[in-house]
């Protein structure tokens, strides 16, 4: 309840100060407690400074705070307040300046990555090849079916290998799961297409995952909408390309591959360049720039779909990365102990 408190103060009075603070709850904690509680948030990311010792004032960061995901979407989407439109500030003046992953969180998923590192090194470029096969039926599994395709694990598995289609499923569902074996085949050839993200780079990786599938090549000029939300992206090209290559100048300025791939996860489906296809496009160029980097690729194989819009959602309506933050997390962990 302390805790809440100062969170539900700064909420509406932003920039106050510790003793502010204290002042407004001295019938709840001391400045003491204040002062505690304030230097955990900083550190959890949930809550940031400016200003230096005694002018230090604190503000609430929307991009990390705890959100219950149940009593959120308990509210009909029309019963939620959210940010209907695309945050210009979001990218140049928020996450330019913000760091993605908690200390105790790098040192896991830097624990991870070594972990990954040492077992990969000792496979046989075979065993790489099958290992790498196997996640990838997995993320064309996964992927697909957070777009709406039934096919199910082991018919897509039969699907990629013998390239049989499964019984009363569409042609469209059999050619999205083979564009994603296009894809991950082209990224695996060439691991370094993604090292350096540009917008070209992405629009080719979009006609890879659209291929065949009567959808626009190009970046949009028209308004789209997104189901179960009233985030409405931009709708004009010249802002669509200007969010995209402050997208890529951002993840190529970063030198942490993990805030690269989380970065480019989050922001191609925000900003929704293409038609149809982003949230695929965003995965396969998440992984894209893990491989690129010697990292190990994510299959998301074990996260609820339901669980992924949601996360997504939070992040389009409130500009909270806390929810997706912890799927990656859980993903790349997942990915490690599982392939390779």
């Not at 990218?91 to 070594?114: C, G, H, K, Y």
């Not at 499964?166 to 074996?181: P, S």
């Not at 060439?190 to 090549?217: C, M, Q, W």
């Not at 989380?262 to 925000?270: G, P």
């Amino acid at each position: 309840m302390e805790k809440s408190a100062i969170l539900e103060y700064l909420k509406t009075h932003p920039g106050s100060s510790s003793g502010q603070i204290a002042d407004a709850l001295a019938n709840q904690m001391s400045l003491a407690t204040v002062k505690r509680i304030l230097s955990e948030y900083v550190k959890d990311f949930y809550v940031y400074t400016e200003g230096r010792a005694r002018a230090t004032k604190y503000y609430v960061s929307p991009l990390f705070l705890p959100v219950d995901l149940d009593e959120y979407f308990d509210k009909e989407v029309d019963e939620r307040q959210v940010q209907s439109s695309y945050n210009f500030d979001l990218i140049p003046n928020v996450l330019s300046r913000a760091n993605l992953f908690t200390d105790q969180e790098m040192r896991l998923l830097t624990d991870l990555q070594s972990q990954f590192a040492t077992n990969f090194a000792q496979l046989t470029d075979e065993q790489k090849r099958k290992e790498m096969e196997r996640l990838g039926i997995d993320l064309s599994w996964k992927s697909s079916q957070i777009e709406g395709n039934t096919y199910s694990l082991l018919e897509t598995e039969r699907l990629l290998k013998e390239k049989q289609t499964a019984a009363g499923k569409t042609k469209e569902e059999a050619i999205m799961l083979l564009n994603h074996k296009d894809a991950l085949d082209f990224i695996v050839a060439h691991p370094d297409y993604l090292a350096n993200l540009t917008i070209a780079r992405i629009e080719d990786i979009h006609s890879l995952l659209i291929k065949e599938l009567g959808v626009d090549r190009n970046i949009r000029n028209r308004r789209v909408g997104i189901t179960g939300t009233n985030y409405r992206p931009i709708d004009n090209e010249f802002q669509i390309r200007e969010a995209l290559q402050q997208t890529c100048d951002l993840v190529n300025s970063r030198s942490n591959v993990f805030e690269k791939a989380l970065f480019v996860l989050v922001l191609l489906s925000y900003i929704q360049a293409f038609n149809d296809g982003n949230k695929r496009v965003a995965r396969i160029t998440s992984n894209a720039i893990l491989i690129a980097n010697g990292y190990c690729p994510i299959s998301f194989r074990t996260v609820d779909s339901i669980d992924y819009k949601k996360a997504m959602l939070l992040f389009y309506e409130q500009n909270n990365i806390s929810a997706f933050k912890k799927i990656f997390i859980e993903q790349f962990r997942f990915a490690v102990e599982t392939y390779f």
